[in-house]
């Protein structure tokens, strides 16, 4: 806790909430939602128009037991200390002579002023107080999402085998976050240096002095350093506007191919999408003037937009059929030419073969050069997080790399040095070294689009000769995507000796490790680039396995869909800012963390057996994961191995009417509980994380069984 600490006890039998810090601390609280669907359309033949309208609106709460001075970050706070009238004798001594120890060991770090020298403080700086206010209540973040969309269109045949689709669509999504209670440091400040007689010594704004070391500071205070309800409120709203016409037919009224194994089948279009995104978060939030917001993570303001102009082929060319060996066979090509408003012009292609030997049996392959222009996000988003004990050989006499020597004094170093912005004459100096700040983790405007090929060879079969419904598929795939876009993957330390140590062979002036290092006028660090790069080469590879089947069954139809992948790699390479060779399959708490947000399963698979006889659906899901190992091995944690897991869902819908139905069911039947992880889970190393479930909510279960009933009726 620093130099001092105000925190208010837990109680002993947990009752109380507020004496209780898990007391408010819910997985979830109960959430609202509304929808509206409807569709209309009407047929007059040759031509169909419709239209569809979507809203939804969802409030989904935080709450915690209070807001907590001192996170998401410690202000630091200057208070009176001799002339205080709250504090006792003792405690004044015995804080001024820790103080004093501090004061020797870090010079004017806690600003300890003693002007009549008598050994008591007259003022001091606490780095960190730490409080829950109850005062308050508890803390909320009352965030809603709304969403809309709208599409209109018309579509319609020219000919026996031509027809056509046009249509718009306009969409928006708004997400509110609004927390309350959050507090003012700049008035908490204002209200520690207080009189002997216990008044502000500053008295503008209606001050009140503040206690932060009694259990009640009273309504005036309380009052005086919250921000007003509504203050904090972040508004978020994202649009989408498209444009699409297509034209789709085949050549059966104009010609055929030698042999005649069918007409050639087209779709020809063109596409306009918009992309706008306009987040109003207010000054103070941003900024960071605010204590007591542990769960909210607001989005920086933003106002930016992105469009798209595409125009896209595609051909379906049968080029033998009915001959021995040889049932059917048809090449399918693809083309897309895209605009993108940020990126430029790319190109995007796809060829596929499929061939019959049999009717029954399908071998199929295809390969596939695509483009990922950039998101919105990725290109203007802005967010930060915070670097800690930084190394600055351009600040220090005598830099040492993590398990290495020094790195040595050089012109070579010098010049790297200056290209960062650091003036010659402030080389070395140690009063312009800066050990924690800023790491901007947000957008680059300066991205370039991922570029990615495909390939994908497979079997399907079908044996028509059975009585039941049957199909497999089995399917190889591999997935190389170069310039792939991810935030910087490697860690401070990384990055630095990247940037500075030459021998490493990927530094110096104009490097991409020394360009993300930023300085003011005389050479400190005001922050370091650590957001999204095009970086080096991403790799997938396994095989997905389908099987459907359907049969009668007790006077009703039984079918099931089994879904399954296997990995044999998922690995990512890059040698832009650091040694990254990662191999992120079946791994937890490894290097690939710093990249991607999530394990990668080597298996999984999904398998849905469903029941159906008149008006009644029953339906059983069967959701499985591998097994995941921990990818640290320097360290031996509590939970270094997360078995397979697997989650069980039932349900079954009866239709009541042509109208209305209902639909009851149990989530997770089984009761299968997640293995909590420890110090190693994700959320320890994430600069954005206030929720710690110590798991992967995604994959595991943190809920238990629960059981639900629906009613759905359409009008």
Not at 182 to 205: F, H, K, M, V, W
Not at 495 to 515: E, K, Q, V, Y
Not at 636 to 643: A, G, N, P, V
Not at 706 to 715: E, S, V
Request: charged share 20%; with cysteine; net charge negative.
């Amino acid at each position: 806790t620093g130099a001092g600490s105000a925190s208010l006890g837990a109680g002993a039998d947990g009752e109380d909430p507020f004496e209780n810090s898990q007391g408010f601390k819910y997985l979830q609280r109960p959430q609202k939602r509304y929808s509206f669907k409807a569709k209309i359309s009407y047929d007059f033949g040759n031509i169909e128009p419709y239209a569809d309208l979507y809203y939804s609106k969802s409030k989904v709460p935080q709450v915690w037991n209070g807001s907590y001075l001192g996170y998401p970050k410690s202000q630091g706070y200057v208070s009176t200390v001799e002339n205080n009238p709250y504090w006792s004798d003792e405690a004044k001594a015995f804080i001024s002579e820790m103080a004093r120890l501090y004061e020797y060991n870090e010079p004017g770090v806690p600003e300890y002023v003693d002007e009549n020298l008598n050994g008591i403080a007259d003022t001091l700086r606490f780095n960190f107080i730490n409080r829950t206010f109850r005062e308050n209540g508890e803390w909320n973040n009352n965030r809603e999402f709304e969403s809309f969309q709208f599409e209109v269109g018309v579509k319609g045949n020219i000919s026996s085998s031509w027809g056509y689709e046009v249509f718009m669509q306009v969409g928006e999504v708004e997400s509110i976050l609004d927390p309350f209670p959050l507090l003012n440091p700049e008035r908490i400040q204002q209200g520690l240096l207080i009189t002997a007689e216990g008044e502000c010594i500053d008295t503008s704004n209606g001050c009140a002095p503040v206690n932060l070391w009694s259990d009640d500071i009273g309504r005036e205070a309380t009052k005086f350093i919250t921000y007003p309800k509504g203050a904090a409120k972040s508004v978020s709203i994202n649009k989408q506007n498209v444009f699409m016409a297509t034209l789709s037919g085949n050549t059966s009224d104009w010609f055929s191919l030698p042999g005649d194994p069918g007409p050639i089948g087209f779709v020809l279009g063109v596409e306009y999408r918009e992309i706008k995104s306009d987040i109003d978060t207010p000054d103070f939030i941003e900024e960071g003037r605010y204590e007591g917001g542990g769960y909210m993570f607001p989005p920086f303001s933003m106002d930016a937009d992105v469009d798209f102009r595409n125009i896209i082929a595609e051909a379906a060319i049968p080029l033998i059929s009915g001959r021995p060996g040889v049932d059917f066979l048809e090449l399918e090509l693809g083309l897309r030419l895209t605009e993108h408003s940020i990126t430029g012009r790319d190109t995007t292609s796809k060829i596929a073969l499929s061939y019959y030997p049999i009717p029954d049996l399908q071998v199929r392959g295809s390969f596939n050069k695509a483009t990922r222009s950039p998101s919105i996000n990725e290109l203007f988003s802005y967010s930060e997080g915070t670097f800690y004990f930084l190394a600055d050989p351009c600040t220090n006499d005598g830099y040492y790399q993590w398990g290495s020597d020094p790195l040595p004094q050089s012109q070579s170093l010098a010049d790297t040095c200056v290209s960062t912005g650091i003036p010659e004459q402030n080389l070395y100096d140690y009063q312009y070294a800066v050990y924690d700040g800023p790491r901007e983790i947000g957008g680059n405007p300066n991205l370039s689009p991922e570029d990615a090929e495909t390939f994908s060879v497979g079997l399907v079969l079908t044996p028509y000769f059975m009585d039941d419904d049957l199909s497999l598929s089995l399917d190889y795939f591999r997935v190389e995507i170069d310039n792939y876009i991810e935030r910087t993957p490697v860690t401070t330390p990384e990055l630095i000796a990247s940037c500075f140590d030459l021998s490493l062979g990927r530094g110096g002036p104009g490097s991409a490790a020394c360009n993300s290092i930023n300085r003011d006028a005389d050479g400190r660090i005001t922050s370091l680039f650590m957001g999204y790069q095009n970086l080096g080469l991403h790799q997938v590879e396994g095989v997905d396995l389908n099987i459907q089947y359907g049969t009668d069954f007790f006077s009703g139809y039984l079918s099931l869909d089994y879904f399954a992948t296997k990995l044999f790699d998922r690995s990512i390479s890059d040698n832009t800012y650091g040694d990254v060779d990662y191999e992120c399959l079946g791994v937890f708490n490894g290097d690939c963390d710093n990249i991607i947000d999530y394990p990668v399963f080597d298996f999984k698979h999904r398998m849905t057996v469903g029941w159906s006889k008149g008006n009644l659906d029953l339906q059983l899901v069967w959701k499985h994961v591998s097994s995941l190992n921990d990818g640290d091995d320097t360290t031996t944690y509590f939970r270094e191995k997360l078995d397979s897991y697997s989650l069980v869902d039932f349900s079954g819908r009866y239709q009541m009417t042509d109208s209305m139905s209902a639909t009851v069911g149990v989530k997770n039947v089984f009761d299968n509980d997640p293995q909590p992880i420890g110090s190693n889970s994700w959320e320890n190393f994430r600069d954005d994380n206030a929720i710690y479930s110590n798991t992967y909510t995604q994959y595991y279960d943190v809920f238990g069984r629960t059981m639900f009933l629906r009613l759905t009726g359409t009008f």
